[in-house]
């Protein structure tokens, strides 16, 4: 899975989890709702600038948006050469 899509899927289910629209939350981080409705959608990819607006708004880490489903935090600590 390319990581526009793990961004996309992360970002849907963190909105729902804490129960917000896609209105509600564009209004907290400062940014269009259609923009949202196409960042859960895989159409853009979001800058790094627009990932870390979107945590805060959240109430989460810019990495749990970016996290890939089964990495533990030991694994992201190591980097991709599993060096410490």
């Known amino acids: 899975m390319e990581i526009r899509e793990v961004f996309a899927q992360n970002l849907r289910a963190q909105r729902q989890a804490k129960g917000l629209s896609q209105e509600e939350l564009a209004h907290r981080?400062?940014?269009?709702?259609?923009?949202?409705?196409?960042?859960?959608?895989?159409?853009?990819?979001?800058?790094?600038?627009?990932v870390e607006r979107l945590a805060q708004a959240l109430g989460i880490q810019a990495a749990d948006l970016l996290q890939r489903e089964g990495a533990t935090p030991s694994s992201l600590e190591r980097g991709a050469d599993g060096a410490s």
Do not use: F, H, Q, W
């Open 29 to 50: 981080a400062d940014i269009d709702r259609t923009y949202i409705s196409s960042l859960e959608r895989g159409v853009y990819a979001a800058s790094i600038d627009v």
